[in-house]
DNA sequence: ACTTGACAAGAATGGAGATTTTGTCTAAGT
DNA sequence: ACTTAGACAAAATCTCCATTCTTGTCAAGT
């Protein structure tokens, strides 16, 4: 029996086009194409299954085996997918990550000209977004017990590593001119900054947070700006 | 300034101002400097001896009559100066944030025309010797279970604030020129950014942290300087 | 002011046994 | 191939209990 519980509204959907086989009359490149897709919507239908229980419980209290029946997936596969228990809480808070990463990028897709803006932009979203969020609010209320503590912070050195090297390649991409240097070392610091007001909040909430940061990085931005110009003219 | 620095391992002297004391005659102030020296010097003698005690286990493992007995006295005399363990805590880590303040006003004072120079000058010297501090590496060692992690992260909150009205006072007693939001904002980045690098240290070594953050953070100071000698013009 | 001794309430400890969970393996099913 | 159910040993966790320890606060002694 596997106890046979619900999906409530879950994001879940195990369906899946059923006919692996044939190649869906489009080109051939597909085919490995799907096999990346199908694996990437496993990782994702697992880690949103860990989600919805971070909701509810901490995760030192969540078993391996809910996560996969929450996934509506069999235990086996999410050990097949994820080596262990510890590697999939890692992959689970660099997946929470990649929503910063995609704030940061898509503020800065959305402020091509204006790299200032964009910072405002990013910390803005990312900051409002992390306030609402359940998994940050339990992260905070967590005295050490909860079990995800360490992976956020004396443990984050790889997802620091990670978002801030994601950040800056969408930087280098977005604003060409810009020195490689700088994009990381602000990417960087972007990272540990909203680390930082994440797990102890600005007294004066996000935009205070964000009105700071602009105000601190501000300087910074304008001179790499300059100087990229400069670069270019030269 | 108001800064007693202390000859011998290290019993940075915390001044509270908070002169109660309505002058009844002048041999009374020596007994009343005696009584306030006098519990200053009990409250490192406790925090010193809880400082050895960690350096041997967790936090979580050591006895509030353990801390008393290494600091030979009373039980009750700890609790009559901290009320609870958990406050003592806090107090313990304050107390260690006090050698990072200290690192960075003896490094204003040493650079009272340079401030980038005095900001390079800190964080180099507080992360040198946080990366010695057997403390330290209890604490990045900690997988949870250890007790004072939150201390240093989730509940950093008074810490942080603390810090940073040190530093900015620092700041503005040493630059009186520059204006008082730059000093408090320039404080509360630099304690952020300290907390973060002690908790995930940078891959190149304390040097590269520092270097990165005179790099980041070089320009808004530039920048602050600039508005000062403007203002001063005015 | 500091110490001592005592105190209740609550937290931790330990031990022994049952139960769960993790991580791996195999034999199937699709 | 990929997934699944079943089974498995080893390790971790839970339960229950009794016992000890710790915390926080007394009052009285020095």
Redesign the interface.
């Known amino acids: 029996m596997t106890e046979s519980a619900t999906s409530t509204d879950g994001a879940t959907s195990t369906d899946r086009a059923t006919s692996t086989d044939r190649a869906t009359s489009a080109d051939r490149a597909t085919s490995t194409g799907y096999r990346r897709a199908a694996r990437l919507l496993l990782r994702d239908t697992l880690l949103d299954a860990a989600r919805e229980l971070l909701g509810q419980r901490p995760w030192a209290q969540i078993t391996m085996a809910e996560v996969a029946s929450g996934a509506g997936v069999s235990r086996q596969t999410l050990y097949n997918e994820f080596g262990s228990r510890e590697q999939f809480a890692q992959a689970f808070v660099i997946r929470e990550g990649e929503r910063f990463v995609a704030d940061v990028e898509r503020a800065i897709d959305a402020h091509l000209d204006d790299p200032a803006s964009a910072l405002a932009d990013a910390l803005q979203s990312f900051l409002e977004s992390a306030g609402r969020d359940p998994l940050v609010a339990m ?9 995800m ?2 992976l ?3 443990q ?2 790889p997802i ?2 990670w978002a801030s090297a994601r950040i800056a390649a969408s930087m280098c991409n977005g604003w060409p001119a810009v020195a490689e240097d700088d994009a990381q ?2 990417a ?2 972007l990272v ?2 909203a ?3 994440v ?3 600005a ?1 004066g909430g996000t935009q205070s947070a964000t009105a ?1 940061a602009v ?6 931005i ?2 790499a700006i300059r100087r990229a110009i400069l670069g270019q003219a030269h």
Chains 1, 2 share one sequence.
């Open positions: 992260l905070l209320a967590d005295d050490g017990t909860g079990g503590l360490p956020l912070t004396t984050s050195a620091v590593g070392l602000l960087e610091a540990r900054l680390i930082s007001y797990t102890v909040p007294p700071d105000r601190l990085l501000g300087p910074f304008d001179r």
